[in-house]
């Protein structure tokens, strides 16, 4: 299909606000954890070793990105069959009434092992709706705009979207902190936060009312594309190139931006009101460098921006990290303008990353596609922060390990993309009548 005859939406607007919208709150939901490892430490997880209790949350974070690539799977099945729109109500309630249930648990004080049970089974149903979360958001958005703002709109609502959820977190926090300072924010401030999920719940009814389906999907004439599609000939080897570049992109996310609250907390020493406003200035300005690095790959090619931001930040990242833990918590303003450079890097890598993904699956497959690569990948780069808190035996070691962690996801990030073609322009091509894995072309 050429952009000429591209088919549009009747209210992209709507579309594209539901999607950053709804990527934005659902990573509010998933990240509300890493704002409060503390007292989930100490009230569902408690242990004699400090670090032993954040790990135990970060597992618990951990537990939640596993199951991220099952939900992908099987509500992307639903998004490709039956419509992007229908499904994005359903796991955006899904995520915030699981989010909301989290601030119900009883503590481990009360009720002994039953609350890390609980806790960890409401984890696996909000990882479950967030891998359906990718299937929509990821493809509603970039489906119902033209060819020209396609790059942009993947920095906006795949890294931009996770700044504004961060931000949203911050704010929060700051908030909630001010109203339960010290002790009351470890006994009762933890669960409004958690409450506040229930945000995503309500936009799952905007969406329901003001958005159209897809015209991509409307449009679309093929019959519905087997899952194993996704497993066999080129798709096996499109497949594993996907996951190793958003593995990559993901780590360095999950390193900089998920790990910054507890690095900053727990290593550092930066007070708590301090910390939120460090955590929501380096997150509004996520969403300005997401939207400028998506927007350079519409001009420059995905493959290009990816890999000149990935090689700058095999040494960026790494350099950061050591003057974020040398600057200390008294030095303010040194730390907070070196989290803001850290976390615009960071993010600018994978901006292009969701459109780069649709670009690589016909619409029949596109959101199974692009959500069991994301997630898949961002379930490796996950797990990495958990894999930093259990190799530190002391916090004094975290800054180290989380250094060494950096430079080995970027360097795959960086392989990935080279091995990777250029996709720009690919949903435009005219496809086969039966639709298979989208060819690989000439790298730019």
């Known amino acids: 299909m050429t952009p000429d005859i591209a088919p549009r939406s009747k209210s992209p607007r709507a579309a594209v606000f539901a999607s950053v919208a709804g990527w934005s709150f659902d990573l509010f939901d998933l990240f509300l954890l890493l704002y409060v490892a503390g007292p989930i430490s100490k009230n569902i997880f408690p242990s004699t070793s400090p670090t032993l209790g954040i790990a135990a949350v970060f597992g618990s974070f951990a537990v939640t990105v596993v199951m991220r690539p099952a939900g992908a799977a099987i509500f992307g099945e639903l998004a490709d069959r039956k419509g992007r729109k229908a499904v994005m109500v359903l796991v955006m309630g899904g995520v915030g009434l699981t989010t909301a ?10 009720v ?27 493809t509603l958005g970039t489906e119902s705009i033209g060819p020209r703002w396609r790059g942009l709109m993947s920095g906006l609502i795949g890294a931009g979207g996770a700044g504004l959820g961060a931000a949203l977190a911050s704010l929060a926090y700051i908030v909630v902190t001010a109203l339960f300072p010290g002790p009351a924010f470890d006994q009762w401030g933890w669960r409004v ?9 309500l936009l ?83 969403v300005g460098a997401a939207i400028g690095a998506g927007e350079l790959s519409e001009r420059l090619g995905r493959r ?11 040494v960026a990242l790494p350099v950061l990290t050591g003057g974020i833990t040398s600057a200390g918590g008294d030095r303010g303003t040194v ?45 490796l780069g996950g797990l990495m922060p958990t894999l930093v808190s259990l190799l530190s035996p002391e916090l004094a070691d975290v800054p180290s390990r989380l250094a060494m962690f950096l430079v080995g996801a970027t360097v795959v990030f960086v392989l990935a993309v080279l091995a990777s073609p250029e996709t720009r322009g690919a949903l435009d091509r005219e496809r086969d009548a039966r639709p298979t894995v989208a060819d690989d072309v000439t790298p730019a």
Not at 101 to 110: E, N, S
Not at 193 to 201: D, E, H, M, R, T
């Open 101 to 110: 249930a989290m601030g119900l648990v009883p503590t481990h004080a009360a």
């Open 193 to 201: 936060l958690f409450f506040c999920g229930l945000l995503s719940a």
């Open 335 to 379: 730390v907070a303008l070196l989290c803001v450079v850290m976390v615009m890097l960071s993010n600018a890598a994978y901006s292009p990353l969701m459109i780069f993904l649709n670009e690589r699956y016909p619409t029949g497959l596109r959101a199974r596609g692009t959500a069991v690569s994301w997630n898949l990948g961002f379930m």
């Open 304 to 314: 290009r921006t990816m890999l000149g931001f990935g090689l700058c930040n095999l």
């Open 112 to 138: 002994g092992v039953l609350a890390p049970i609980l806790f960890l089974a409401l984890r696996i149903a909000q990882g479950l709706f967030v891998g359906g979360v990718t299937a929509t958001t990821h």
């Open 204 to 286: 799952s009814l905007f969406v329901l009312r003001k958005v159209d389906e897809s015209p991509e999907f409307q449009a679309k004439r093929q019959a519905p594309v087997p899952f194993r599609e996704l497993l066999r000939g080129r798709g096996k080897k499109i497949l594993a190139l996907n996951i190793a570049v958003a593995a990559g992109g993901g780590a360095q996310y999950y390193l900089t931006s998920g790990y910054l609250p507890t690095l900053l907390s727990e290593v550092v020493g930066v007070p708590a009101a301090q910390r939120g406003i460090v955590l929501l200035l380096s997150s509004v300005v996520v």
